[in-house]
Structures are given as C-alpha cells and as structure tokens.
C-alpha cells in the first residue's frame, strides 16, 4: 500500500491519537458553548469529502477552471436548498465563516471612512459589528449602541436616535451573546428613516429561524449573513442571503474581492445540513433548543443566579455571578473540570474586564442534539450550582465530572463516530 493509501491511524497516529480524545472529550462532557453543535456523520462526511480537492474559483457556470462539472452541482444544490428553507431570492455559500461573509457586506456596500452601526460587543454584539480592534472599527466610523440599563434589552430609541444623528450608510442587526428575539421590523423602520443598508447577521440563530422559533429577517433586511454551524448543525461555514438586486454586489464582494477558491467539501457539508434542517425532526430539536434554554435560564433564576433580561427567548442563557460571589472565569473554569464547557462573557455594563468579566454564557444546541429535555437540563442546572456555590472544591468537580459521563452515556452524542 502506498503511503498515500494509509489510513490516518497509521500515517499519522500521534494526530488520529487527538482526534480521538476530542472525540472522548465531546463523547463525554456537556458542551453547553451556544455557538457549537454536533454535526451529523453525513454532514462530517460530505465536509471531509474529496471535494476539499478542488479549486473553483467563480461561481456555477462561470468558473475560472476546467473540471467543474460536478462541483457546480454541489454548489447549485446547497444555494438551492438554502434558497427554499429560508425563503431568499439570492443565495451565496461561499464565505469561509460568520467574519467573512460580514465583510463581504461591507465590501459589496461601503468605502472605508463610511459610518456604519452595530451592537456593542460588550452588550453581545459581534466583532466585525464595528468592534474597535477589527479591522470594520478601524477602516469604519463604527457607531455602537447598546442595551438599557433597566432590562438589558436592545434600546431602539437609541438606535434610532444614534441612526438619526449619524446617518450611517450601514446598520446591522444581529448578536452573539445576547438572549433575546430581534425585532426586524423595528430595524428596518429605522434604516429607512435613515436611508441604511440594514444587514442581519443570524449566525447564532440561523437553526431557529428555519425552524420558526425565531422571527425571520429574510425579506425585511437588504443581506443576511450566517454562519453554518451553530443552530443550523452543519460544517464551519458562512452563507449570505439577499434579494436579487443585491446578489452581484454580493457575488462581486466574496469573490473575487475578499476570497480565492471556495471550500467546496464544506460546500457540500452545507447542502446535507439544508436537508437535514428541512426535515421535521429538525424543527422539534429547535422548539427542544429553546425549551431547555427557558428550563435552564428558570432554574438558575430559581437558585439565585441573576439572569440577563430575566430569561431567554433562545438557544442561550447569559448568568451574571456576581450574586455568587464567583468571577466569570474562575465559574467557567471550574465548570470546564466538572465537564460542563461554557464561556465565560461580559454582561452589560460589567464593571469588570472582557479576560475576566463577571458571566457566563451558556446554550442548549449541542445538549439538544444529543436528546436533552426538561429532565435532563434540570439536572443540569442542579450540577451548575453544586460546582459553583463551591468552584474551589475538586472533590465536587470530579463527582459532576463522573455523573455528567453517566448522562452522557444515556444520551449518545450524534455525529461521533469511534
Ligand atoms: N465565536 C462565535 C461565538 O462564540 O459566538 C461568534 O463568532
């Protein structure tokens, strides 16, 4: 057998060695970090595909090599699966990842110097938003708003009056740690007032709003960016939605103006996961996401953790400690001994810093994919307390730890194959 024919065990076994203790690893804790999931087996298959050999450069039909033949397929069949679930015009699955197809937008609607507006990082927006360490708050005039003090809910007269005053020629509407529903309408209001672009960015929601347990933004907003791997379950990857008359600025921005060739193998994981989100077990496992985030924000709520905005109408839950006397990182920390893997995260208006803020976020999609209810996230929420009322205790991380491994065995996770 030629070198080239091994098996990745024997050509590389300290690597497939790793391999396999992520695989124990996500086996065996709760991953409860909202932005990850467990991709199916054939979604992993497809993405790990010899489709990875391939350079297409283009787009189906227009492409820059020869041999294309099959991969316009691949192409034609994720945008046109993508295309029906979300009900887009327009539909592009180009974007490596959540951070390219958000400045693909940018390229396809702004000059650098443009002002452009987007939730604050520190109230859960994301980084390309505007943040001032990425490159869209440095080339930008980047606008942030932010929550109100009374709630922590997003303050559209804010964003009005802040639209209003800086006229931004870009305004996005999305979040990556932040529990509550959007109001597209509201934005769309403004930016019009305005005369915005409204962008959506729906990567953490995307599974949700296929499923109907989250409003969509399509038609309402100009674009809407995801990534494809949170809720949607499917391979790393970014997708952009628009209506027609937007699709060659779009098109243009990806490529050729920010990306070579496309990843077709994650091309093709992205068309298996559009399958699979069409079907009726997917919408049960979204309502399930959101159920267990209420049961999980409820609970805590109930053992006298403060609960940013009281509760969750999503796949996330975001726990100030500051009532337990514990930092955001040493909870998270102790946690991640106990085999329960969270984030930690600012709240709004944190007094403390972003390495060490004073929360935790935590989300459902990954438990849910593996078949956790309301039982389940009782227990859950009940493991959470014992390590953090104690997060110095190893003894109680190392008793979580093993009854964690017992759930988890119960309820096998999807997609790992041993
Ligand atoms: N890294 C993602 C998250 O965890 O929310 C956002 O890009």
Known sequence: MVLADLPLSERDPALAALIRRENELEATTLRMIPSENYASRAVQEAAGSVLANKYSEGYARK?????????????????????????????????????????AVYLAFCNAGDTIMGLSLSSGGHLTHGHGVSITGKYFKSISYGVRR??????????????????????????TAYPRALDWAAFREIANEVG????????????????????????????????????????????????????????????????????????????????????????????????????????????????????????????????????GKVGAKALDKAGIVGNYNTVPFDPRKPFDPSGLRLGTPALTSRGFGTEEMLQVASWIDQVLTAPADEAVQLRVRNEVAELCAKHPAPGLVT
């Not at 009374?150 to 979040?175: C, F, N, Q, Y």
């Open 63 to 103: 492409r820059y090599y020869e041999g294309q033949e099959i991969i316009d397929e691949v192409e034609e069949l994720a945008i046109s699966r993508v295309k029906a679930l979300f009900g887009a015009e327009h539909v592009n699955v180009q974007p490596y990842s959540g951070s390219p197809a958000n400045l």
């Open 150 to 175: 009374s709630d922590h809910r997003i303050d559209m007269d804010e964003v009005r009056a802040l639209a209003h005053e800086h006229k931004p020629k870009l305004m996005w509407a999305g979040t």
């Open 196 to 327: 915005a672009i409204l962008a959506a960015d729906i990567s953490h929601i995307s599974g949700l709003v296929v499923a109907g347990e989250h409003a969509s933004p399509v038609g309402i907003a100009d674009v809407v960016t995801s990534t494809t791997h949170k809720t949607f379950r499917g391979p790393r990857g970014g997708m952009i939605m628009c209506d027609q008359k937007h699709a060659s600025a779009i098109d243009k921005a990806v490529f050729p103006g920010l990306q070579g060739g496309p990843h077709n193998a994650t091309t093709a994981g992205i068309a298996v996961a559009a399958l699979e989100a069409s079907t009726p077990e997917f919408k049960r496992y979204a309502k399930q996401v959101v159920e267990n985030a209420k049961v999980l924000a409820a609970a805590l709520g109930e053992k006298g953790y403060a609960i940013v905005t009281g509760g969750t109408d999503n796949h996330l839950v975001l726990v100030d400690l500051t009532p337990k006397n514990v930092t």
